[in-house]
């Protein structure tokens, strides 16, 4: 009768599950970001950060944090409407989640990165780098344009092209 050591079994699972891991992250990388911009701000020591975060894969993947020279730190936020019409953002402690096959976008009244005690200030026609981090695909680090402030606090923002068809006029 043969007694196979428990040891000999542990450690035979171990090995199966870091080859599994292994496997696993090989072939991350991080998903194209487009777009970074940022309305130069209103208030002295905040700004937000929007962008296109393009397809992550098959897998997915969380945009988890972003670090960045400009400010003290970096926050993940989305801008709600509460119940009584107010508008608030709240920190979304564990990240963004970036859609597989589909991507996200960061955007006005949305999800944003958010720049907290900015240590430079930012004016219209300036750029500085921001560093994302992805929980598969791992770091990329994008030019971010600063724009001019649209809109003030209406929280409006739409679109007014608008295009009128013209029909054929048979007499
Ligand atoms: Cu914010």
Redesign the pocket.
């Known amino acids: 009768m043969t007694r196979v050591s428990p040891w000999l079994v542990a450690l035979a699972l171990l090995v199966a599950a870091v080859g599994c891991a292994d496997d696993d992250a090989a072939e991350a990388a991080p998903p194209e970001v487009t777009g970074a911009e940022t309305p130069e701000p209103a208030a002295p020591d ?1 700004a ?1 950060v929007y962008a296109t975060i393009g397809d992550p894969g098959p897998d997915g993947d969380t945009l988890v944090g972003a670090s960045t020279d400009v400010a003290e730190r970096v ?1 993940l ?3 709600v409407i509460d119940d009584d019409g107010s508008a608030r ?1 709240v ?1 979304l402690e564990d990240g963004i989640d970036v859609a597989a096959g589909e991507g996200v976008v960061l955007e006005r009244g949305g999800l ?3 720049l907290m005690g900015l240590e430079t200030e930012l004016a219209e026609g300036d750029r500085y780098e921001l560093t994302l981090e992805f929980e598969r695909g791992g770091e990329v680090t994008v030019d971010v344009d600063v724009v001019p402030t649209v809109g003030g606090d209406d929280g409006g923002g739409g679109h007014d092209g608008q295009d009128e068809a013209h029909g054929d006029d048979d007499g």
Do not use: G, I, K, L
């Open positions: 905040v937000a926050e936020h989305e801008s953002m920190e944003h990165v958010m």
